[in-house]
């Protein structure tokens, strides 16, 4: 896809989740997405890290997984989870209309169910699902990045009360590098040595 058509498709997918979130009161049917300055944040650390493989858990309408595919090197795949049929039908299309839809692999299903038995090692992790998940899953997320990989959880900040235990785990633990990012809703990086 042209870059014009990418950042049309972009910004589309953006006035949609304003309005969207806004006007529907029901949670599973607000979109949630990241925002502009975390997508653009993506793209840069996709450019330096050079991911072969990337697993995101929390697709939405698939437009955080867009940022990241589209910073992505010819061969490189993303993995992205999601247990919401609707919206899985509606980021298969956008994945669809960005021409990016070869390196995207979505897998439908629940995260507490699909990571312990994931094998492959991903170069970036990025975690934006509900966030009581993360807590029990921090093994098998830690086991599921490779060395010299990074692992991201959006909305640090914005529910930082409920990152305590994640974050002490990280910051306590030798073989990762840690910072907190005023960036969008709060973006924590654990870079695995
Ligand atoms: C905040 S939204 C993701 C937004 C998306 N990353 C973006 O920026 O475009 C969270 C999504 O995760 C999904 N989700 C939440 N908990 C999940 C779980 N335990 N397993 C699978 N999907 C989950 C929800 O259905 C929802 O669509």
Redesign the pocket.
């Known amino acids: 896809m042209q870059s014009t058509q990418f950042n049309e498709l972009m910004i589309r997918l953006e006035l949609l989740?304003i309005q969207n979130d806004e006007e529907v009161s029901d949670r599973?049917k607000k979109?949630?997405?990241?925002t502009r300055d975390t997508g653009e944040l993506f793209s840069v650390l996709v450019k330096l890290i050079k991911p072969k493989n990337i697993l995101?858990?929390?697709?939405?309408?698939?437009?955080?997984?867009l940022w990241f595919a589209a910073s992505m090197s010819e061969g490189g795949c993303i993995t992205t989870?999601?247990?919401?049929e609707n919206?899985i039908k509606e980021a298969k299309a956008n994945f669809l209309e960005s021409g990016l839809n070869e390196r995207i692999e979505i897998v439908a299903?629940?995260?507490?169910e699909?990571l312990p038995r994931m094998e492959k090692r991903f170069d970036i992790v990025?975690l934006?699902?509900?966030r009581d998940?993360y807590e029990p899953l921090l093994e098998d997320i830690i086991r599921l990045t490779a060395s010299g990989g990074l692992i991201i959880f959006?909305n640090a900040i914005s529910h930082r009360n409920e990152f305590d235990s994640v974050m002490t785990a990280f910051n306590n633990n030798p073989e990762f590098t840690c910072s907190l990012l005023t960036v969008g809703k709060g973006e924590f990086l654990a870079y695995k040595h």
């Open positions: 989740g599973k979109y949630l997405n990241i995101e858990v929390g697709t939405s309408n698939g437009y955080s997984t989870i999601e247990r919401n919206k299903g629940e995260a507490m699909l990025f934006d699902s509900d998940i959006d």
